[in-house]
């Protein structure tokens, strides 16, 4: 069964800049696409940032564009979230999730077609 373990949270100030990484176990994630999200207690869901299979695909919330890059290493089973010039809008817990097979990157983004859920690491930007 796949587990995903997302980490690299943590308290920065505006404009700074965090890696978060999401390291799978239990299955290899080089067939399935990988999707990052965010919540804020009190309100919806967000997701950020998608990435298919290979990576040769992303897509991004428009409140992330230019900011934030989806990578992964396969051979690591492992996926990526770097971000930069960070804001306090984006303090949240961030998770990272991964797709039912070939489901869309698009609908990833959207939520669905989750198979799995990682556990959230907390982004806290602040002065």
């Known amino acids: 069964q796949l587990q995903l373990v997302a980490s690299g949270g943590g308290l920065v100030q505006p404009g700074r800049s965090l890696l978060l990484s999401c390291v799978a176990s239990?299955?290899?994630?080089?067939?399935?696409?990988i999707a990052w999200f965010r919540q804020v207690p009190g309100k919806e869901r967000e997701g950020v940032a998608s990435i298919s299979s290979t990576g040769g695909v992303t897509k991004y919330a428009d409140s992330v564009k230019g900011r934030f890059t989806a990578y992964r290493i396969n051979t690591r089973n492992t996926a990526y979230l770097q971000m930069n010039n960070l804001k306090p809008d984006d303090t949240a817990i961030y998770y990272c999730?991964?797709?039912?097979?070939?489901?869309?990157?698009?609908?990833?983004?959207?939520?669905?077609?989750?198979?799995?859920w990682g556990h959230g690491t907390q982004v806290t930007v602040s002065s």
């Open positions: 999730a991964a797709g039912k097979g070939a489901v869309p990157i698009a609908e990833l983004l959207l939520g669905a077609g989750i198979d799995s």
């Open positions: 239990g299955r290899l994630l080089d067939n399935l696409g």
